[in-house]
C-alpha cells in the first residue's frame, strides 16, 4: 500500500494550497483518512480527518481555514489550505487507516513565508 501526497510548496502569508492523497496498492475503502503535519522542533499533530462515512475533524488550529474533503474515490482525500499562516509551515503528511492497520505517506513540504 502507498500513499502519494502533491500539493505543498511555497506560499505567501495569506495564500492557498490544496494538497491531495491517493492510496493505492489497497484492495479495501480506508476507515479514516486525514492529514498530520510536523513543524521543525515540534511534535506531529492532526491537522484534519475524514471517516468514511463523511465525518470530519480539524485541529484547533486550523478550524474554518481549512478544509477536508473526498476525492475521485473513496481512498483519495483533499486538503484545501487557505488564509495561510507562517505557523502552517511544516511537512504535511498523509495517513490513511483501515480496520487493522495504519499507512503513512512521505509528506509534502508546506512552506508560508513571504
Known amino acids: 500500500v502507498q500513499l502519494q501526497a502533491s500539493g505543498g510548496g511555497l506560499v505567501q502569508p495569506g495564500g492557498s494550497l490544496r494538497l491531495s492523497c491517493a492510496a493505492s496498492?489497497?484492495?479495501?475503502?480506508?476507515?479514516?483518512m486525514g492529514w498530520y503535519r510536523q513543524a521543525p522542533g515540534k511534535q506531529r499533530e492532526m491537522v484534519a480527518l475524514m471517516t468514511v462515512d463523511g465525518s470530519t475533524y480539524y485541529g484547533d488550529s486550523v478550524k474554518d481555514r481549512f478544509t477536508i474533503s473526498k476525492g475521485v474515490d473513496q481512498n483519495t482525500v483533499l486538503l484545501q489550505m487557505n488564509s495561510l499562516k507562517p505557523d502552517d509551515t511544516g511537512v504535511y503528511y498523509c495517513?490513511?487507516?483501515?480496520?487493522?492497520?495504519?499507512?503513512w505517506g512521505q509528506g509534502t513540504q508546506v512552506t508560508v513565508s513571504s
Open positions: 495517513n490513511g487507516v483501515t480496520e487493522s492497520l495504519s499507512y
Open positions: 496498492g489497497i484492495v479495501v475503502n480506508m476507515k479514516v
